[in-house]
């Protein structure tokens, strides 16, 4: 229906964060009249058979990409990444005093402050010493046999460190926050208790939080819980004990498919690293820019590198939105700049940011 050409630009935003251009245009044909019915997606009744074959279909989507297992629950909630670090307690404590958390950074310090209200919170360990340069190893872990759960943050995306590997928490459930690396690369969904993701990073519009949990986790939330937040309450009525933020869950769908399209996770994997390897590769050869991440540690996602000369960024800044590049400023606790390379984001925009980090360079050098 409606082709119009529009100006994109590249998109380096940590989240609400860029969007396949192949799913908005769908998204954009689809408007008015989805597949016949008449009606926009936002227009749908949750409970009419059209919503619950987009939601079904999504759902699928999901499993089928992500390899979840039967035996794992896959929820659309609402209220954030960041209601989940009250929703998580409030249905996995189950009886345990706490559980425990692995300090990366600023999102697992929320997940502390938060997770305080409702047991015993346990710093199994932290990189905070070091300015939250570096995962810290599975060796230094203090784990508390009794807790509930080992929490972790997959991708600290103020920070900008990653888990490069499953850490092993025994016969305690591992739970990951994996808001700004979901679908980005495959995951073994086994090795997790729970996992859960904002989709505004990597797979949508804000709006929806997807969480997968193993069976036999839920239905022993504390009393206290919202019924709209308890995963049993919403496992059992398919995440339709309200009303589910609908358009936001189509859209998921179709960013689902188009990664399946993309050749599957392994094939975004690829990609990924390919457009984070272009930028440390420079940022490694240069003493103009630097980045302070642990090498073994640093994130695929989001690339936090700072000008030696702080005096310079907002003529960075300024000279990359003229070449169509935004987003590029670092979040306000740490300053400087930071790139997410997020799964629709494509090489030629790290190709195009990187020749001109070599340009700015040059001239300022
Ligand atoms: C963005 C982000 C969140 C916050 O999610 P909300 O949707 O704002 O609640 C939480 N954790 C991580 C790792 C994030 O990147």
């Known amino acids: 229906m409606t082709t119009t050409t529009s100006k994109r630009v590249f998109n380096f935003s940590a989240g609400p964060a860029t969007l396949p251009e192949a799913v908005l245009r769908q998204a954009a044909d689809e408007m008015l009249d989805w597949h016949g019915s008449g009606m926009s997606v936002m227009e749908m009744s949750h409970r009419g058979k059209e919503f619950i074959a987009i939601h079904a279909e999504a759902e699928k989507l999901l499993r089928e990409l992500m390899g979840v297992p039967s035996n794992y629950k896959v929820l659309f909630l609402q209220g954030g990444a960041i209601g989940q670090n009250a929703i998580v307690p409030m249905n996995l404590l189950r009886g345990h005093a706490g559980f425990d958390v692995v300090d990366t950074g600023e999102w697992s310090l929320k997940t502390i402050k938060e997770g305080k209200k409702y047991g015993q919170v346990n710093i199994a360990a932290s990189s905070a010493a070091d300015g939250y340069k570096h995962i810290p190893p599975r060796d230094s872990w203090k784990l508390d046999p009794g807790a509930a759960y080992v929490h972790i943050c997959s991708n600290e995306t103020i920070g900008g460190v990653q888990y490069h590997a499953v850490p092993d928490t025994g016969q305690v459930p591992l739970v990951a926050d994996m808001s700004s690396d979901f679908m980005s690369r495959p995951v073994d969904v086994r090795r997790y208790g729970l996992i859960y993701a904002g989709a505004q990073k990597n797979v949508g519009p804000a709006g929806v939080t997807m969480v997968i949990v193993r069976d036999e986790l839920i239905g022993q939330a504390l009393p206290i819980t919202p019924s709209a937040f308890d995963y049993k309450v919403q496992a059992d009525a398919d995440s339709m004990f309200n009303t589910p933020p609908t358009y936001t869950i189509y859209i998921v769908g179709l960013v689902v498919r188009w990664l399946q399209a993309q050749g599957g996770l392994a094939a975004v994997e690829a990609r990924n690293r390919e457009k984070a390897g272009l930028l440390y590769q420079y940022l490694e050869g240069t003493q103009f820019y630097f980045n302070p991440v642990a090498p073994a540690d640093r994130s695929l996602m989001n690339v936090p590198f700072k000008l030696r000369d702080p005096s310079l960024d907002d003529a960075f800044l300024k000279g990359?939105?003229?070449?169509?590049?935004?987003?590029?400023?670092?979040?306000?606790?740490?300053?400087?700049?930071?790139?997410?390379?997020?799964?629709?984001?494509?090489?030629?925009?790290?190709?195009?940011?990187?020749?001109?980090?070599?340009?700015?360079?040059a001239r300022h050098g």
């Open 320 to 361: 990359a939105e003229e070449r169509g590049m935004v987003q590029l400023k670092g979040h306000r606790s740490v300053g400087g700049m930071r790139a997410s390379l997020y799964n629709a984001l494509p090489l030629e925009a790290v190709a195009a940011l990187v020749a001109y980090m070599k340009e700015f360079e």
